[in-house]
């Protein structure tokens, strides 16, 4: 089983859609989790970390299930600008980072 | 947010040949970092982590003697590809981060084409 996995999609969504990825890790004493936004043939950018309460900024919600071990990213109201792959990321602790593989989204007008 | 530095962004280079590429923390002290390879629509895949002052750690089935890594600094790394060959060619892009419960910070990535 991989440390990180994510359904690679694509997600292929209308502007204005809701649209959700989840992501499962394996290593349950995983400390931080985050999620990144990758644009084509550009590095990852942060979009959000994860907190265990769960946490929202603007139109993303991201939040964390550890009894299930997963994290999820929901995007309401899709704009063409959030067409992009989503990346997973995972921090088991001490200096290991570890990125899922990403989810493709794609939102058409 | 903090800068990373990344150079070359590109660079083509002939088989056989070696390439070093830097990286660089701009405004904060990178205790590690992290060189990350991708291929074309595929994920980042991690080669090494390297602390400043020690040996990088390699992730299993990356070659420690093609891919050398040097963190000398607390703001700069560099990953030389010794001996590339076309396989090599890829994005390779690092990432620094100043303590372990701070974010990483990406640098622009640098593709390499070997021909």
């Known amino acids: 089983r991989k440390e990180v996995e994510q359904d690679p999609g694509p997600f292929n969504v209308p502007e204005g859609a809701t649209v959700a990825f989840n992501c499962t890790y394996s290593n349950s004493a995983s400390q931080s989790f985050f999620w990144y936004r990758q644009d084509c043939r550009k590095e990852p950018k942060l979009l959000m970390s994860?907190?265990?309460s769960g946490n929202e900024d603007g139109r993303f919600t991201a939040q964390l299930n550890r009894a299930s071990q997963y994290i999820s990213l929901l995007i309401r109201d899709s704009k063409l600008s959030d067409s992009a792959t989503y990346l997973c990321v995972v921090r088991p602790g001490g200096f290991k980072t570890i990125f899922g593989a990403g989810t493709r989204l794609f939102v058409k007008a | 947010g903090a800068v990373v530095s990344q150079h070359p962004s590109r660079v083509i280079c002939k088989s056989g040949t070696s390439v070093k590429i830097e990286c660089r923390s701009l405004?904060?002290?990178?205790?590690?970092m992290f060189w990350y390879r991708q291929f074309p629509k595929q994920s980042l895949m991690l080669m090494a982590t390297s602390n400043e002052g020690s040996k990088a750690t390699y992730e299993q089935g990356v070659e420690k003697d093609k891919f050398l890594i040097n963190h000398a600094s607390l703001t700069l790394s560099t990953l030389t590809v010794t001996s590339a060959h076309p396989e090599d060619s890829s994005f390779y892009i690092c990432?620094?981060?100043?303590?372990?419960?701070?974010?990483?910070?990406f640098g622009q990535g640098t593709r390499l084409t070997v021909v």
């Open positions: 994860v907190y265990s």
């Open positions: 990432s620094a981060r100043a303590t372990a419960n701070t974010e990483a910070f």
């Open positions: 405004d904060f002290q990178a205790t590690t």
